[in-house]
């Protein structure tokens, strides 16, 4: 049974008292829809951009995986693709983008992992139905175990934003866990947001 998370809430990546050794992160969000001139309503692709930085312990960026880099740290870490359009047809409960993460696999200075959302085109998170992420055992096809869902709520905040942090996976003891984030940040560019992240929220 998956957890239902709250913004702020920490979750351990363990199973049956072991730590997880793969997990995948899949972000899903909404067309927005728009009002026709003649009283008939149209969805407007949106493009949004799953990524990671992976960060050492003094907080140094020490690698992105996006869009444009799907691939890093001898793919223990991978991206699924580009979704350039979110779910035109409305919601089909599926991710749009997911990220796969081998915890086993990263190297020892990768101390944390930051999953953030980045508007391409500029499009207001307000404007936005819907964006949801869940952590869960499987591939990218394939859902094996949900572990936990974490549903962004279109808040007075976002108004404005067309960034946002998501959460954080870091090291604790011999394992992971998972910080639910959920903050919007005022920037405009993926370099500039994992720079936020590093300044204010490891």
Same mark, same amino acid.
């Given at each position: ?11 351990? &990546? ?5 730590? /997880? ?7 899903n969000w909404g067309a ?8 008939? %309503? ?18 140094? $960026? ?7 880099? &799907? ?22 409960? $599926?991710?749009?983008?997911i990220i796969t993460i081998?915890?086993?696999? /990263? ?58 942090? &998501? ?12 910080? %639910? ?8 560019? $993926? ?12």
């Amino acid at each position: 049974m998956s957890i239902s998370l709250e913004k702020g809430q920490r979750i351990s &990546l363990d199973k049956n008292g072991s730590g /997880l050794k793969e997990v995948c992160i899949g972000v899903n969000w909404g067309a927005i829809e728009k009002k026709g001139f003649f009283g008939g %309503a149209k969805r407007v692709a949106v493009d949004l951009d799953a990524s990671v930085g992976v960060y050492s312990a003094d907080k140094s $960026l020490k690698e992105v995986v996006y869009f444009g880099n &799907l691939r890093a740290l001898g793919g223990a870490i991978s991206h699924s693709g580009d979704d350039r359009t979110g779910d035109i047809d409305g919601d089909d409960g $599926l991710d749009n983008e997911i990220i796969t993460i081998k915890l086993n696999n /990263l190297p020892a200075e990768a101390d944390k992992v930051a999953v953030v959302l980045n508007s391409f085109q500029g499009q207001d998170f307000a404007s936005i139905p819907f964006a949801s992420i869940r952590l869960y055992e499987g591939t990218p096809t394939h859902v094996s175990n949900v572990i936990a869902n974490y549903n962004i709520v279109n808040e007075a905040k976002f108004h404005g934003s067309v960034s946002m942090v &998501l959460g954080i996976l870091y090291r604790h003891d011999s394992g992971w866990k998972f910080r %639910a984030v959920g903050e919007p940040t005022q920037d405009r560019k $993926l370099e500039h947001t994992l720079h936020t992240v590093a300044s204010q929220y490891l």
